[in-house]
């Protein structure tokens, strides 16, 4: 069973981010008070030839510190996946952050949301 998670912030994880350029913080959370399955989905379907989204998910390993765990690039149209998928497992008391950043191209509009499993 797949619920929207109430431990992130915004709660709740999810909504329409356009991209500037940046690499912008779609959720996040410190010390969340429950482990799980935290998984980011994201609509490309408005990317474009010449289109590059970059995806990074982010945890911790006993620090206080955001690590990287996760990086995907995507280029180009997505007319095949329309959404895609990261998991990422985050024990309780741990870190997470989704961010998005759109490396190339014309800065689009993203549809997202993040899952606990």
Do not use: H
Not at 32 to 61: C, H, K, P, Q
Not at 71 to 85: C, E, H, K, P, R
Request: glycine letters at 8%.
């Amino acid at each position: 069973m797949v619920a929207i998670t109430t431990q992130l912030s915004p709660n709740p994880a999810s909504g329409n981010t356009t991209a500037d350029g940046t690499a912008q913080t779609l959720a996040s959370s410190a010390g969340l008070s429950s482990g799980g399955i935290f998984v980011l989905i994201v609509e490309t379907v408005n990317m474009a030839a010449g289109d590059v989204l970059e995806l990074r998910l982010y945890t911790s390993v006993n620090t206080a510190n955001d690590r990287q765990c996760a990086f995907a690039s995507f280029s180009n149209a997505q007319s095949d996946v329309a959404t895609l998928a990261m998991p990422v497992p985050v024990e309780a008391g741990g870190r997470f952050k989704a961010t998005l950043k759109q490396a190339a191209g014309t800065n689009r509009s993203y549809q997202w949301k993040i899952v606990q499993l």
